[in-house]
C-alpha cells in the first residue's frame, strides 16, 4: 500500500488497519501468561518493555508520509510488547499474592490498569502541547474540523506537520519513561 498515512479512508477502515496488532496480542498472551508461570517474569516483562520502548521511537519517526507498511511494523513491535509484558507482569504480581487474597488484588490490579488508561490521554495531550500550539490542541480535542479539512486536500497543511510533530514528541518522551 503506497497510500499517505492520512489518505487511509474511512474510520472503519482505519479501525480494520489496526486488527493486526490486536491480533498479535490475542495470540501471544496466553502463550506469554504460560511462559511467565513456567519460567518467571522477569526476562519477560523486560522484553517487552524493549519492544515497546523500540516501537515508540518507530512512532516517532512516522510522518505524513509513512506507508501503511511502516505503521504497521511500529503496531506490530507495540502489539509483542504489549503481549509480552502484560501477562508477565500480571503473574508476578499474583504470584506474589497468598490464594486467599487473590481477589482483592486482582481487583487492584484491574483498577490501576482502568486509572492508567484513563490517565494517558491527557498526559498524551500534555505532551503534545509542550510542541503544538494549544489552539491547535484545542481544535483537534473539540472535534472541529482542523484535521478533516486538511485531509480532503492534496498537500499537507501545517496544522497536520505541526500535530505530527507533537505526537511523535509524545511517542518519543513514552520511550524513555
Do not use: H
Not at 519477560?44 to 505524513?64: P, Q
Not at 487473590?102 to 495531550?125: C, D, E, F
Not at 502541547?129 to 486538511?150: A, D, E, R
Amino acid at each position: 500500500m503506497g497510500k499517505r498515512l492520512f489518505r487511509m479512508g474511512s474510520p472503519s477502515k482505519t479501525g480494520l488497519l489496526l486488527i493486526p496488532m490486536d491480533s498479535l496480542i490475542l495470540v501471544l498472551n496466553p502463550i506469554s501468561g504460560r511462559l511467565a508461570d513456567r519460567y518467571g517474569s522477569r526476562v519477560l516483562s523486560s522484553l517487552g518493555m524493549a519492544f515497546n520502548a523500540a516501537a515508540l521511537i518507530w512512532f516517532s519517526t512516522l510522518n505524513e508520509r509513512s506507508s501503511y507498511g511502516t505503521v504497521l511494523v511500529s503496531l506490530l513491535l507495540f502489539g509483542m510488547g504489549l503481549a509480552l509484558f502484560a501477562p508477565a507482569i500480571t503473574s508476578s504480581i499474583m504470584g506474589s499474592v497468598p490464594p486467599e487474597k487473590r481477589g482483592v488484588s486482582s481487583g487492584i490490579v484491574n483498577t490501576i490498569n482502568q486509572t492508567a488508561a484513563v490517565l494517558s490521554i491527557p498526559l498524551s495531550l500534555l505532551l503534545m502541547t509542550l510542541v503544538m500550539p494549544y489552539n491547535k490542541i484545542s481544535q483537534i480535542v473539540s472535534g472541529s474540523q482542523l484535521i478533516s479539512t486538511y485531509l480532503s486536500k492534496d498537500n499537507c497543511s501545517v496544522g497536520i506537520l505541526v500535530t505530527l510533530r507533537g505526537i511523535s514528541g509524545g511517542f518519543l518522551c513514552s520511550s524513555f519513561g
